[in-house]
């Protein structure tokens, strides 16, 4: 009932920057926290960066100061701006989104992921 779709990852140079989206569609009532996931392979996956319906923020000490997580609650959108960005940054980073759907079911949704590789 509910898809999240990512875009722009990709492969940069350490120092440079990426801007990731996120829309979610199908039968949404409203989208209440979205927020941006990473995982390399064999590591959990870890929470980047999160923003509520009200947009305020929260983010992994990891990325302070260098990425910036924000929403256009009209587009159901999400988007994480990624500046400075390091080797380590490099993972499948993921979509996620509580949505409640026009049934009335409250649903947590995920992304298929979007490969970002840092690196010279």
């Known amino acids: 009932q509910v898809q999240l779709v990512e875009s722009g990852g990709g492969l940069v140079q350490p120092g440079g920057s990426l801007r990731l989206s996120c829309a979610a569609s199908?039968?949404?009532?409203?989208?209440?926290?979205m927020g941006w996931y990473r995982q390399v392979p064999g590591k959990q996956r870890e929470l980047v960066a999160e923003i509520t319906s009200g947009r305020s923020t929260n983010y992994a000490d990891s990325v302070k100061g260098r990425f910036g997580i924000s929403r256009d609650n009209a587009k159901n959108t999400v988007y994480l701006q990624m500046n400075s960005l390091k080797p380590e940054d490099t993972a499948v980073y993921y979509c996620?989104?509580?949505?409640?759907?026009?049934?009335?079911?409250?649903?947590?949704?995920w992304g298929q992921g979007t490969q970002v590789t840092v690196s010279s």
């Open positions: 996620n989104a509580v949505v409640l759907t026009t049934t009335y079911k409250q649903f947590d949704s």
């Open positions: 199908g039968s949404i009532l409203s989208v209440h926290a």
